[in-house]
């Protein structure tokens, strides 16, 4: 799936380039009181396939590529110096709370990548698959594997 997510991971790799409320969204039990991300933050890491990206490619690519900003049901990245906008859904009655991204394209088809997130503190951990098919193909825990489609990738409230 090439969804702005996808896309913001691929190019991370290629390029080497939320005033959330106080809760732990993974204490809540389901609670609809579980935070959602607002603000801006930035990517400090990434995980797929069972492997850790090394940290040096973040702390050496331009933040502003590395930032992502949410607010309501919007996501914004900078890709090439352009700003993108997708929409972002949650679902914080869900343990952990549910992320969904759907991207419009400029053929007029939607691609939709499934996740779940975490906020503790100042960091947001999201873990999605890249190439879901649907609903089904959610990750249930924060964890990739050699044979797993999904990824983690870890950000940190800017400041």
Request: positive net charge.
């Amino acid at each position: 799936m090439r969804s702005l997510f996808g896309m913001l991971l691929m190019g991370m790799v290629l390029a080497l380039s939320v005033g959330c409320g106080k809760k732990d969204p993974t204490s809540s039990g389901g609670n609809s009181a579980v935070a959602t991300p607002e603000g801006a933050y930035v990517i400090t890491g990434m995980e797929m396939k069972g492997e850790k990206m090394p940290a040096e490619l973040f702390s050496k690519s331009d933040e502003s590529e590395r930032t992502i900003k949410f607010s309501g049901d919007k996501l914004t990245s900078t890709k090439r110096k352009k700003e993108e906008t997708i929409t972002v859904k949650y679902d914080t009655t869900k343990s952990p709370p549910h992320i969904t991204t759907i991207e419009s394209k400029p053929d007029g088809k939607t691609e939709t990548m499934y996740g779940i997130y975490k906020i503790d503190g100042d960091t947001l951990t999201i873990c999605a698959r890249d190439n879901g098919s649907g609903e089904a193909d959610r990750p249930q825990e924060f964890k990739t594997s050699k044979d797993s489609e999904a990824m983690i990738m870890i950000l940190a409230r800017k400041k």
